[in-house]
């Protein structure tokens, strides 16, 4: 248990650093998600639209710190794989 002023102020400052970490990982979980259903669909059209937005949501949690960026950049380079494995 924290005693001193500033151990206490930590505490909550990554209480509420790790709520916000969560919330933009479940961000990037539930754009992967929507980019998974246009794939599943074969809908090339709709799956191209998702990797964008998903793309952006990946750079903007990378810029962050959330997670790390060749984290982010990995995750885009398969993603772009399955997308080019559709057939056109």
Do not use: C
Not at 33 to 42: R, T
Not at 58 to 63: F, M, N, P, R
Not at 69 to 88: D, F, H, I, Q, V
């Amino acid at each position: 248990m924290a005693h001193s002023l500033s151990a206490k102020k930590r505490v909550r400052q990554n209480i509420k650093r790790r709520a916000r970490n969560r919330r933009r990982k479940a961000q990037v979980k539930q754009a992967v998600k929507q980019f998974d259903l246009a794939i599943q669909g074969n809908n090339p059209e709709q799956a191209a639209q998702q990797l964008r937005a998903l793309y952006k949501t990946l750079d903007q949690v990378a810029a962050k710190g959330t997670i790390h960026k060749k984290t982010a950049a990995r995750k885009k380079s398969r993603l772009a794989r399955r997308l080019n494995k559709l057939p056109t």
